[in-house]
């Protein structure tokens, strides 16, 4: 929906529905990405190689940008291959991966994304 925010928890680990959205950590709208707290990006990364943050990563944004890249051969949205750190409200930290943003028969709009805790060296 182009017009309205889907909200996530990612301690609750799942999709928030009206009038229960209090302690949303990401939201989506589309193609657009904004955090409840901050959003780092730690660059292109293998997901699975990040385990742990060292120190307090440098907030930057609560808005993620363009997690994307557009292919001009099949004109479709690829994720980057970029990590990026949630800080939640509340201080906990996420690593997060947009692993798809197409429903089954290529229909846009359904972001698929990986997350799961972090701890602090």
């Given at each position: ?46 997901y ?25 051969v ?48």
């Open positions: 929906d182009g017009n309205r925010w889907r909200y996530v928890s990612l301690v609750r680990g799942r999709v928030l529905s009206a009038p229960d959205t209090i302690g949303w950590d990401v939201a989506v709208r589309r193609y657009n990405l904004i955090a409840n707290g901050d959003i780092v990006d730690l660059g292109s990364a293998r699975d190689t990040v385990s742990a943050v060292q120190g307090e990563p440098e907030a930057n944004t609560s808005t993620l940008g363009k997690w994307y890249r557009y292919s001009l099949t004109h479709l949205l690829e994720p980057s291959g970029h990590v990026y750190v949630v800080r939640t409200t509340a201080g906990r930290l996420f690593k997060l991966a947009i692993v798809s943003y197409y429903c089954p028969g290529l229909t846009a709009g359904c972001m698929t994304m990986r997350y799961a805790p972090l701890g602090s060296d």
